[in-house]
């Protein structure tokens, strides 16, 4: 009965390599979110999806690119990843428009390492 | 620039102290606030929020937060911790002026507790 699912939990991989983490909710929202916690826990927000319509994209590299297939899912896909990619990134969601008086239910987070 | 204050980092409580976690913002306009708990491993949960009306708001967990819109102030407030409140704690406005619900967060305070 997981609200907001991410997968996977957590990602070691090398430099210049491409990863993508996947994130899923079943609460029936329709807006989604992508937020990176860097190592001095700073949260900050990268994108919005409303319905797989993209609404805010907060100054995040090109080679971070967010793929919703559906309003269920939203994924994150980067390329020719850089050391200061290693952060936790979280996946949110919220149930209409993404209307600033809607609550955000997170997910558990993917912890990713660059090395 | 648009900015969220949490001005205690680090703080350590004995179990049955009473806490208050700082939170300030730096804009005026519609804000709603929120503070959210990050567990050591897990996700973020919400603990309370405000929209409008009673600006003493309850939330879970014993925890209750007070808005004062002169001081621009949300602080968290515990009348007696306990162990299980260790934690990161978060404060977090959304706008009413942001193109959508973009959550943006203090720095976190870091509550450990002693038993």
């Known amino acids: 009965d997981t609200a907001v699912s991410q997968t996977p939990k957590y990602l070691v991989t090398q430099m210049g390599n491409d990863k993508s983490i996947k994130c899923e909710q079943n609460?029936?929202?329709?807006?989604m979110y992508w937020y990176k916690q860097d190592s001095k826990k700073f949260l900050k927000i990268m994108f919005s999806?409303?319905?797989?319509?993209?609404?805010i994209n907060e100054t995040v590299p090109n080679r971070f690119s967010p793929k919703s297939p559906d309003k269920a899912h939203l994924n994150l896909h980067i390329n020719s990843l850089e050391l200061g990619d290693s952060a936790v990134y979280f996946c949110a969601s919220s149930p209409l428009r993404g209307g600033y008086q809607e609550t955000q239910y997170f997910g558990p987070g993917t912890r990713l390492l660059v090395l | 620039a648009q900015s969220v204050s949490q001005h205690n980092h680090h703080v350590i409580l004995s179990e049955a102290a009473s806490l208050e976690l700082g939170c300030n913002y730096s804009?005026?306009?519609?804000?709603?606030l929120f503070w959210y708990v990050q567990y050591p491993g897990q996700h973020l949960q919400l603990l309370l929020k405000y929209f409008s009306g009673d600006p003493l708001v309850k939330g879970i967990k014993g925890f209750e937060a007070e808005f004062i819109k002169s001081k621009f102030s949300f602080n968290l407030r515990k009348p007696s911790v306990q162990w299980s409140d260790t934690a990161e704690y978060f404060c977090?406005?959304?706008?009413?002026?942001?193109?959508?619900?973009?959550?943006?967060f203090g720095g976190g305070t870091r509550l450990m507790v002693k038993p």
């Open positions: 999806y409303n319905n797989k319509e993209l609404i």
């Open positions: 804009y005026g306009g519609t804000v709603n």
């Open positions: 609460l029936g929202h329709d807006t």
């Open positions: 977090a406005v959304t706008r009413s002026q942001n193109a959508g619900n973009m959550l943006t």
